[in-house]
């Protein structure tokens, strides 16, 4: 009876991420003033921080590839980076680093910089310049402040619960 319990609570918690997952990618498609968002480098920033090393990168690896399949080109630009920022995450939670609220505000821009900043070089290098330069550093600055200033909300909150 408690197995089954268990079951469903599991089932239940997983059905709940994919949700989040999927809405992250919707929100990624929608713009503002032509920028477009990057919400599921937050996620992946998030899952990174919160979650045990091998299911963060095992569900980094998901979302890169359901992001390299919607994008309709080559598989492995989004794969890599989410994969990247899940590894720079899990350097800086197990150093000597406290992530308070700030400092992951920082970590999630300089994180968001560094995904689009792979993504970018991986589609130039192996497929076709997506956009040039000028924009691109234009709309990974965009995604980078938009990101930051949620991550700083976010660990904000996980701040002010207590631990258990």
């Given at each position: ?11 239940r ?7 989040v ?7 990624d ?11 599921t480098?937050l996620l992946v ?27 309709l080109?080559l598989i ?15 350097f ?6 406290n ?14 910089i560094?995904?689009g900043?792979v ?17 691109a ?6 995604q980078?402040v938009?990101n930051?200033i ?7 909150k996980?701040e ?5």
């Amino acid at each position: 009876m408690i197995g089954q319990i268990v079951q469903v609570h599991s089932l239940r918690e997983k059905a709940l991420w994919l949700l989040v997952v999927m809405c992250a990618l919707v929100l990624d498609e929608s713009s503002f003033f032509d920028y477009r968002f990057n919400f599921t480098t937050l996620l992946v920033f998030y899952i990174g921080v919160q979650w045990p090393i091998s299911r963060a990168f095992l569900w980094a690896f998901m979302i890169g590839l359901v992001l390299d399949s919607l994008s309709l080109r080559l598989i492995g630009p989004h794969i890599l980076s989410k994969v990247i920022v899940v590894f720079l995450t899990y350097f800086f939670k197990t150093g000597i680093f406290n992530l308070a609220s700030l400092l992951s505000a920082i970590l999630c821009f300089v994180f968001t910089i560094i995904d689009g900043i792979v993504v970018y070089i991986s589609l130039s290098l192996f497929d076709v310049r997506p956009t040039p330069p000028a924009a691109a550093i234009n709309l990974i600055t965009f995604q980078a402040v938009v990101n930051s200033i949620m991550a700083y909300y976010l660990f904000e909150k996980n701040e002010q619960q207590p631990h258990k």
